[in-house]
């Protein structure tokens, strides 16, 4: 029996025949890391960072910056600062992250407002007024001649005219930066780098943040015809691309469109479920892909620690209670307090299925996250929980907004140290301490991944493994602990990592976790080497397949630097190697004649020793 103050034992079960999914480096992300200035690039030591960390990700469009961005004049309207307009130069910053990174994939945005930044001429002189700084009046509309309103706040005295600043951007305006990239004449910018487009950003409150030009909200049909006029552009001229969208700004517009009850045919839709209901009409009734990663932002307001640590639970958990729950209340039309478990992504997932059907290849992602606290441990343990979530269960993209100290090492540890497929991990005890294990595509290396969210006590863990052989001996282990407040990460050999050794014996080990950490098991499958993830950052370039879903082929893309031949494997979901072929880069593989049935596979690219995997959905014709 246990003694008072005595915590309890834990069993990890991990099932490496099970549940096997593909895990996407794209979860391993971030926002706002390259400077699109030519008078003040992006750090050489900032750069050499990202690659030791093992960013593969980088969201670069700026969020609310992005709504007015006009690529051809290269300029953009800030509505959290006056509304002035600055340069940007989007086209100098995709240049330097293909030369510096060439394997991180870029996110941009086009912008569905209908208006674009026209010219600097017209700003609100805040260095005159305060020397450029904050204040509680940088939300003022005061670009085009407003005039200031000293007690402060968002409303200025006379609101400047828009006119003056902005000018007309139609849906054929905003995509042609898709030719002035990569067509005939353009600038010769590698595609396959530049995959993911955000339709816009945070539309539910333009009436807020871009109230100059939107003080009424648009209609939810309004914006709507808006996203199929543009998706419908790109894709004509970027038939890989990858729209993702309607990016909703926090947990109360994942359901509510402004004061708005949408109704289709007599029945009441939350905005979500209506945006994917929308979509799947069109796309049927055009037979064009209008969706391909269903994308949202998340700022919980949740600051007690024992609060902050059950956050991943709000994604995909169906039982989980969540406190900050709030807009969840008002999904069936009213205000229903019973409603109180989010299960977001989940709830998107069945939606997709309901209206899309199967093998419909949508996927999903988070843009835009933050949470209340800077405990590098807190931070960096919740930071690991949604990581583990999202790779066990297929979300694509994940760049947190606000990056904290404790981000750089649990990045650092999960990007360099997991592989590339999850399989099926439970625990005794999940709330307190989750396992997240991953494979490699050949079967023969192992990461288990485990997180103890207990605040006070260290955690003795059993894991019991089945369907993988481990050989009887000592394992490495990483573990990240007890972070100090200041940064700790320099790079892949010089971080907080600790390095420690666990004995396996009978493919059981047991380990003692301390208080709020996060520690990574290396295992090799009987016979193999052990693979410590301490790989060349270059020979590791994230690897692309587009189209994807595709219903007949498809093209890879790794380093575009990358010479000689790639042997390409196509694996199914239970591990077994259903293709093989030694293709040159960028080659082209038609699946029309293969006899694959329609499904989920992994595709893995060995090139000189080194591999690396991604996700294809094959609809064999649908």
Known sequence: MLQAGEAQNIAIQVN?????????????????????????????????????AGLRFARENGGNNATKYNWHRKLSSHPDWYNNVYGHNWDYASDIVQTVMPGLQVMWAFQLIGKTAANKNNNFNDWAYNGSN???????????????????????????????YLMNWPADSTTEILNHWFGTGGLGLEKSQFIYWSMDNEPEIWNGTHDDVMPLLISASGFMDAYFEVSKRAREKFPEIKLTGPVPANEWQWYKWGEESLMIDGKYYCWLEYFIKRVSDEQKRTGIRLLDVLDIHWYPSESSNADLLQLHRVFFDKTYVYPGANGVKTINGGWDTSQNKEYIFQRINDWLLQYFGDNHGITIGLTENDISSSDPNIVSVVYASMLGTFANNGVEIFTPWSWKTGMWETLHLFSRYAKNIKVNTTSSLDATVSGYTTINSSVDSMTVILVNRDLSASRTVTVNINGFSVSNGSYKIFELSSLPSGETFISHTSNALKSKAVAVSGNSFNITLPSVSTTAVILAGAGAGI????????????????????SDFFKIHIDDQISGEITLKLTDLDGKTVLTRDVENNAEINLSESGLLPGIYVVTAEYQGHSRGTKLVYTAGK
Do not use: C, H, M
């Open 16 to 52: 490496a025949g099970e549940g096997r999914l593909p895990v996407s480096p794209y979860i391993f992300g971030r926002n706002n890391n390259f400077s699109d200035n030519p008078a003040s690039p992006t750090p050489a030591a900032n750069i050499n960072l990202y690659k030791e």
């Open 134 to 164: 904050w204040w509680s009046g940088v939300g003022q509309n005061l670009a085009g001649g407003g005039q200031v309103n000293p007690a402060g706040g968002s409303k200025a005295l006379v609101d400047g005219n828009p006119e003056l």
């Open 531 to 550: 693979d410590e993830g301490q790989r060349d950052t270059y020979s590791l370039k994230s690897l692309s397949a587009f189209p994807n879903p595709t």
